[in-house]
Structure formats: C-alpha cells, structure tokens
C-alpha cells in the first residue's frame, strides 16, 4: 500500500499542504483516498472530498474527511457545484487535488479555489482538458505524475499509526487462476471494491 499512498504523498509535497490549508479532493477513488489521508497526516485542518458515487463518500467519511459533496458528470452542473462545495467548507478552499482529471473535475477544482490558491492535478483521466483560462490566472496550477522520494515518509507515516490504509482494502483472493480472474473481475466492476489484493 505504499505504492498508492506514495502519490497522495507526493501529491501533498507538490502542492504544500500544512496545518493552515484547507483541501478540497476530487474524486474518492482509492488515489483520492490516499491523498485526503496524506493531506490529514501533512496536518491540513479541514478536508472536502468530492465524488458521483454514494458508497466511495461514505468511505471517505469514515475515513476522516470532514464534509462530502455528491456530483453529476454533467458539465453544466459545475456552477452549482462549485458553491455546494464552497459551503460544505465554510472556508475558503486553500488548496484543491483533482484525483480524477476530467474537463469537469479540473474545471470544478479551479472554480472552487480561492484566488492565491493551488491546484493540484493528480489524476490522468483526459489527456486533453477545456479550461476556464480566467481561473487560470487566480490560482497556481501544479501536477504531478507518480512520485518521488516519498517510501521513507510513507512507511513513517504506516509504522506511527498517522495513517492508516487497512480499511483501504476491501477484497482479498488469493493465487490461482480462477481466483486471479475473480480478482480483476471484482477491480473492474466498481462497486464497493476499493483497493484488491492477492494473498501469496
């Protein structure tokens, strides 16, 4: 699990969280997961984590985040979701990690953040994304690709307790054919399956 953590990690470096910055995460996927858990451990004081799916939510609430906002995938839903998220912090959103990285997500993280604020860009769902340039010019935009540097910290962060990444993992099999199928079946659908692993 220090693979995955290693981003959100890298992701928190990148983008310089600490204990006077307020996060906002796009996404509760498992690399949204880890990055609101890193942003915790780096001391971030009050955590938004944003997602489509009800069931990924109500794990990053037991996780720890602070509030959670519901989202379509439309487009045209950005306006209204952007003061739903500013009013579930109820403060301003210092810093923003796009978990995801779709026009919408990106589009949502710039709008949301206040201006002197980061964006961070961590997920690679698009490759080509249409942004509104005028936020462009209100908020420093940083990404990141994988990480560096961050095994030491985040087998610190393990060995301490600071974070904790066992309820993460939701499915477990072990290693025969049938089962490694099974496994990567049960990935592909979704639903409550977070992070699975094979017992060797």
Known sequence: MCEPLSVGVHACRRANVGPETN??????????????????????PRIVIVDVDDHRLSVAKELGADETVKV????????????????AMGAVVDISFDCAGFSKTMSTALGATSSGGKVC????????????????????????????????LCLEFLRSGKIDVKPLITHRFGFSQTEVEDAFETSARGGTAIKVMFNL
């Open 23 to 44: 996060v906002l995460v796009m996404g509760a996927g498992p690399i949204g997961l880890v990055t609101m858990l890193a942003a915790r451990a780096f001391g971030s």
């Open 72 to 87: 379509s995938t439309s487009i045209n839903d950005v306006a209204a979701e952007i003061e739903r998220i500013k009013g």
């Open 121 to 152: 860009l961590v997920g690679m769902g698009h490759t080509e994304m249409t942004l509104p340039l005028a936020r462009l010019l209100e908020v420093d935009v940083v990404g990141i690709f994988r990480y560096k540097n961050t095994w030491p």
